[in-house]
């Protein structure tokens, strides 16, 4: 079974910062990958995601992300933050091997942008 | 614009008073899903239609059911809900095998409060 690891439960950064979250994923078949944005009592909005290709994805707003083959983490980055980035981040994985698109997601992480 | 609606956004019930919670769809996906989301967790699969078939995750309790009249529309039954419900509540839909597009929508969610 695949499962999805979210090292940083929270990540405080001040604004126009660097920012990356990490997320690493197992799995024995093929993957899909996505990160999910949550907006304070909001649902989940697709930030980008990797299907094939260039294991660089650029997203929404400024994030971009990498998928790693090798390291299998598909960590997220963006070069500068705004305070409007402050929300709850997760990494999500779709396995190819169930018949059935089932989501597993990490256990987010807490960006925090601060003045 | 396409999108998947939820009401009520806030719900109040009693504890073991049912509740029902109701999610729309415009995008005309086959599969509808339904999340629960405790307070700084990771959403947590509940079941999926995919058309009219009902998929329940192997750890869902009884106390949960859905229901999904037609392709629109699809609620989460909850028949005695306890304090251990109180939760956001998820809804999301998607093309299963859409090519080039694993994406789930999520509605706005609906927080359930029980008393």
């Known amino acids: 079974a695949q499962s999805v690891t979210q090292l940083d439960s929270q990540v405080p950064v001040f604004e126009e910062a660097p920012v990356e979250l990490r997320c690493n994923y197992s799995?024995?078949?093929?993957?899909?990958l996505f990160w999910y944005v949550q907006y304070p009592n909001q649902g989940l909005q697709l930030l980008l995601k990797?299907?094939?290709?260039?294991?660089l994805v650029k997203g929404i707003n400024g994030f971009e992300a990498e998928f790693n083959k090798s390291q299998t983490s598909f960590h997220l980055r963006k070069p500068s933050v705004h305070i409007s980035d402050t929300a709850e981040y997760f990494c999500?994985?779709?396995?190819?091997?169930?018949?059935?698109?089932?989501?597993?997601f990490g256990t987010g992480t807490r960006l925090l942008v601060s003045p | 614009d396409a999108m998947v609606i939820q009401n009520p956004r806030y719900q109040v019930t009693q504890f073991g008073k049912p509740v029902t919670l109701s999610c729309s769809q415009t995008l005309n996906h086959n599969v509808m899903y339904w999340y629960q989301q405790k307070s700084s967790q990771a959403p947590k699969l509940l079941f999926h239609y995919y058309d009219k078939d009902f998929n329940n995750e192997a750890d869902t309790p009884d106390n949960f059911q859905s229901r999904r009249p037609n392709t629109s529309f699809c609620f989460l039954d909850i028949r005695s809900p306890g304090l251990g419900d109180a939760a956001m509540y998820l809804c999301?839909?998607?093309?299963?095998?859409?090519?080039?597009?694993?994406?789930?929508?999520f509605g706005p969610g609906t927080r359930l409060t029980v008393t």
């Open positions: 990797y299907l094939s290709g260039s294991t």
């Open positions: 799995s024995s078949v093929s993957v899909y």
């Open positions: 999500a994985v779709i396995s190819m091997n169930t018949g059935f698109q089932k989501l597993v």
């Open positions: 999301a839909t998607s093309e299963l095998w859409a090519l080039a597009d694993y994406e789930q929508y």
